[in-house]
């Protein structure tokens, strides 16, 4: 198993930026697909980005494809999403999620293990 905690999320003006973290805790965090997922209030959850395990290939939503970025440091079992141009329809609970397999994937179904969130607030 692998626990999954958040952090950096926060109160943000449209247009601005955020950095969030996921620390990881367990057996060997390279061995896992790590994935952002965000749900906003009375709506379904939905794919931000995935990476990986060695962090050479990632995927993003269409929404937020050139102003999100994902990355990992496997040294420090942390997976990240540096959120850039903020818009207040992002305001969501922000999920880190992850995977014991290769293939790289956005549909939180095949995620087995998740963090607990992470508020954004973006204020207009």
């Known amino acids: 198993q692998v626990q999954l905690v958040e952090s950096g999320g926060g109160l943000v003006q449209a247009g601005g930026s955020l950095r969030l973290s996921c620390a990881a805790s367990g057996r060997t965090f390279s061995s896992y697909t790590m994935a952002w997922f965000r749900q906003a209030s009375g709506k379904e959850r939905e794919f931000v980005a995935a990476i990986s395990r060695s962090g050479d290939s990632t995927y993003y939503a269409d929404s937020v494809e050139g102003r999100f970025t994902i990355s990992r440091g496997n040294a420090r079992n942390t997976v990240y999403l540096q959120m850039n141009s903020l818009k207040p329809e992002e305001t969501a609970v922000y999920y880190c999620?992850?995977?014991?397999?290769?293939?790289?994937?956005?549909?939180?179904?095949?995620?087995?293990?998740w963090g607990q969130g992470t508020q954004v607030t973006v204020s207009s």
């Open positions: 999620a992850a995977r014991p397999y290769r293939t790289v994937i956005n549909d939180s179904r095949d995620y087995a293990y």
